[in-house]
């Protein structure tokens, strides 16, 4: 008995129907992420550069940054619309624009930013302005970060505890020093850094303290 030959898949004629074309790959289908959809290491990059950005704003990152986030792409590039790179004041870097000689440009741009704290726009055609293969063009936005003002309150006590809510609620990250350790679990404080220690062991407690915290 004689076998009836399986047929054989085509794929799609155009590139653009290719998301929907799954390709095979030992015995896995694997499928091409579609319109709208993003690569699963994607996330990842995001996740890594949001912590990122929370930790320079929250003041646990040592200084200021510099962020840059693709606003504008056409024809071939190397990241997508939404990619973002922070470059640190103190040289790290989390995240990519796509590398290459776009990137390099880029992380001028950011270290211009962090020198002057003023945001930017970074536009170029990969080939004719940068001699990259790609094709395309990019558009990529560069912002200024800082930490947020910091106030350390000496003391637990009712007036600490009232001034606590009103700072939070405007802005400001809050620390509150004090040797007393039943004021310190009161719920004004509930978003704040505490510290049971005297204020005399302030240095110790916050050694991160600078000129632009308020005391």
Known sequence: RRRRPRARLRPPRSFASASSWPLQAGHRLLKLPGPGQQAPGYYCAVLQVARAVVEVLAGR??????????IGRAGSAPQVVG????????????GTVGGGAIEEQVLEACRACLRDGSPRVVKAHLV??????CGGAMEVFVEYLAPEARLVLIGAGHVAQAVAPVAAGVGFRLA???DREDLLVHPAFAAAERHACDVDELDVAL???????YV
Request: with cysteine.
């Open 128 to 133: 004719r302005d940068l001699g990259m293969c």
């Open 61 to 70: 990152a040592g200084g200021p940054a510099a962020l840059a986030t693709v």
């Open 83 to 94: 990619a973002r790179l922070l470059l640190r004041s103190d040289g790290a870097q989390v």
């Open 176 to 178: 509150v020093v004090d």
């Open 207 to 213: 050694p991160d303290l600078a000129d632009a915290d």
